[in-house]
């Protein structure tokens, strides 16, 4: 499906950190959401920096799966270096790939749901937290363990366009 190049675009690497970006946005701050949900349902006029944080909350989420959207529809048509290393470690490396991409979609479009159709989705929605943590803290991993002990490209590819 995917075209081979020699390394990753200067939008690909673009997208790549303004996605990690935001994501790590939206996991710091997600609560907000929470608490404006909670004071309404009290009747209480929310606090409104919690406001703010909770409207940036929504409008980030919906911006990510925008941006997730342009990332594979350029991946599919710039294609994608080859993979660096081989064996077991490879393949979960890929699969963690392949897990963001999920996460990336599910996660917002299960926050628009909990909006829009029913709040307790709102539970599945959280769950989307300790998932992209985990996986956030496995993939930073992989790629130190590539620069730092294999000292090959991986890391260097995903700031230096090719
Ligand atoms: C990749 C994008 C997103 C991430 C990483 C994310 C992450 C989070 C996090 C960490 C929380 C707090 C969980 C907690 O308190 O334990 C949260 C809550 C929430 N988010 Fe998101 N979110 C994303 C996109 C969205 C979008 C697009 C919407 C809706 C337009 C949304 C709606 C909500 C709602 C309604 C809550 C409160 C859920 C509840 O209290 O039941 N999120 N989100
Ligand atoms: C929310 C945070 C992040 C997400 C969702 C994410 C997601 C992804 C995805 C989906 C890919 C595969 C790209 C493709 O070929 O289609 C990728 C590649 C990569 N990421 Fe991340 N990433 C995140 C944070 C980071 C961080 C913090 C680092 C570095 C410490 C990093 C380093 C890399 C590198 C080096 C590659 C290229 C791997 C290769 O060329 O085989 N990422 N990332």
Do not use: C
């Amino acid at each position: 499906m995917s075209v081979s190049r020699q390394g990753y675009s200067g939008l690909q690497i673009l997208l790549h950190w303004l996605i990690a970006a935001l994501v790590l946005f939206q996991l710091i701050f997600g609560e907000s959401m929470g608490e404006v949900k909670d004071a309404l349902e009290q009747g209480l006029v929310p606090d409104p920096a919690e406001q703010t944080m909770a409207d940036a909350h929504y409008w980030v989420g919906i911006a990510i799966l925008v941006l997730v959207a342009l990332r594979i529809i350029v991946r599919v048509a710039q294609g994608a270096p080859a993979p660096i290393g081989s064996g077991p470690q490879l393949l979960v490396a890929k699969a963690i790939h392949g897990i963001f991409y999920l996460l990336l979609i599910a996660v917002p479009v299960t926050g628009l749901l909990a909006v829009y159709v029913n709040e307790e989705i709102g539970e599945v929605h959280e769950i989307g937290k300790p998932l992209f943590i985990a996986f956030i803290v496995l993939h930073a991993l992989g790629a130190l363990f590539h620069h730092f002990k294999l000292k090959d490209e991986t890391l260097r590819r995903m700031f230096v366009p090719r």
